[in-house]
């Protein structure tokens, strides 16, 4: 089992910034990938961006490719999410995950979830 817990969100303005992170517990050794994803009011989750465990290679969604940065803490089995430049549209309730099966935009191949944390962006 892994557990995650998220935080950092909070209410910005557009084009303010905001650091999302998720710290890591449990059986970390067994995890491969750690993705951010996000899920909007009315609508289905979507992915974020993730990044390998090992080697670090990251992928980005188009919408927030530029923008976003993900980024991890080995030592403190800490992931992060810096948002730079946000929009009324980042708008949402931001997930982790990870996943012991590898680097993936589908939120079917991650295993364990955290609960969550609300990022909204006011215009």
């Known amino acids: 089992q892994v557990q995650l817990v998220e935080s950092g969100g909070g209410l910005v303005q557009a084009g303010g910034s905001l650091r999302l992170s998720c710290a890591a517990s449990g059986r970390t050794d067994s995890t491969y990938a750690m993705g951010w994803f996000r899920q909007a009011p009315g609508k289905e989750r979507e992915f974020v961006a993730d990044l390998w465990w090992s080697g670090g290679r990251t992928l980005y969604a188009d919408s927030v490719k530029g923008r976003f940065t993900i980024f991890r803490d080995n030592a403190k089995n800490t992931v992060y999410l810096q948002m730079n430049s946000l929009k009324p549209e980042d708008t949402a309730v931001y997930f982790c995950?990870?996943?012991?099966?590898?680097?993936?935009?589908?939120?079917?191949?991650?295993?364990?979830w955290g609960q969550g944390t609300q990022v909204t962006v006011s215009s």
């Open positions: 995950a990870s996943s012991s099966s590898g680097s993936s935009y589908r939120s079917k191949d991650y295993d364990y």
